[in-house]
């Protein structure tokens, strides 16, 4: 790995990070674009997921014992489906489009938070729903964490609870999504 590689990467890594250890989540949505400055697609996916598996062992080991496990149930199931939708679209697309629809998807969910953020109200199946879209964007871009959020606070009430949860939904399944991208590094 050459240093101005090494450098995209400890740039895009810490701020993306950065930013999610002050908001809670955003973590991907920061580095992934940095990380395109340097690298192709599949390898900033595998690194940021990578990162996400070691911090995912503290976090999850840390809030164990207020992590909502039913809803964690509910958007696993329906995130696995997602999550091989993402990564079979991710392995036989283009990067061009990929990288554009990246950009509409960074692009809308900041309209959603700065044009009025209102929550959304989810029933059983909205949530579903947002579950296979969250794994979905998570296997393609490993950047479902705001879809998630959506979920979880629909669900959860207390905010010790909210965070312990999103943060083992969205960590859990990307630590599989990591067993899928560690190849594409080598």
Same mark, same amino acid.
């Given at each position: 790995?050459?240093?101005?590689? $090494?450098?995209?990467?400890?740039? #895009?890594?810490?701020?993306?990070?950065?930013?999610? =250890? &002050?908001?809670?989540?955003?973590? !991907?949505?920061?580095?992934?674009?940095?990380?395109?400055?340097?690298?192709?697609?599949?390898?900033?996916?595998?690194?940021? !997921?990578?990162?996400?598996?070691? %911090? !995912?062992?503290?976090?999850?080991?840390?809030?164990?014992?207020?992590?909502?496990?039913?809803?964690?149930?509910?958007?696993?199931?329906?995130?696995?489906?997602?999550?091989? /939708?993402?990564?079979? &679209? $991710? %392995?036989?697309?283009?990067?061009?489009?990929?990288?554009?629809?990246? #950009?509409?998807?960074?692009? /809308?969910?900041?309209?959603?938070?700065?044009? #009025?953020?209102?929550? &959304?109200? /989810?029933?059983?199946?909205?949530?579903?729903?947002?579950?296979?879209?969250?794994?979905?964007?998570?296997?393609?871009?490993?950047?479902? #964490?705001?879809?998630?959020?959506?979920?979880?606070?629909?669900? &959860?009430?207390?905010?010790? =609870?909210?965070?312990? =949860?999103?943060? !083992? =939904?969205?960590?859990?399944? @990307? @630590?599989?999504?990591?067993?899928?991208?560690?190849?594409?590094?080598?």
């Amino acid at each position: 790995m050459d240093t101005e590689l $090494l450098l995209i990467l400890i740039i #895009g890594i810490f701020l993306g990070f950065y930013i999610q =250890t &002050v908001v809670g989540f955003a973590g !991907s949505l920061i580095a992934l674009p940095i990380l395109l400055f340097g690298m192709e697609l599949p390898d900033a996916i595998a690194y940021i !997921s990578i990162f996400y598996l070691f %911090s !995912s062992v503290f976090l999850i080991s840390k809030e164990w014992k207020k992590i909502d496990r039913n809803i964690i149930m509910k958007l696993i199931l329906a995130s696995v489906i997602g999550v091989v /939708l993402g990564t079979l &679209v $991710l %392995s036989f697309s283009k990067p061009i489009f990929l990288k554009k629809g990246l #950009g509409v998807f960074i692009l /809308l969910y900041l309209a959603y938070v700065y044009f #009025g953020k209102r929550q &959304v109200k /989810l029933n059983k199946a909205g949530i579903v729903v947002f579950g296979v879209f969250a794994g979905f964007f998570s296997g393609l871009f490993s950047t479902g #964490g705001p879809l998630y959020v959506m979920c979880v606070e629909n669900s &959860v009430k207390n905010a010790t =609870t909210f965070r312990a =949860t999103k943060h !083992s =939904t969205s960590d859990l399944l @990307r @630590r599989k999504i990591s067993d899928f991208y560690v190849g594409s590094i080598q």
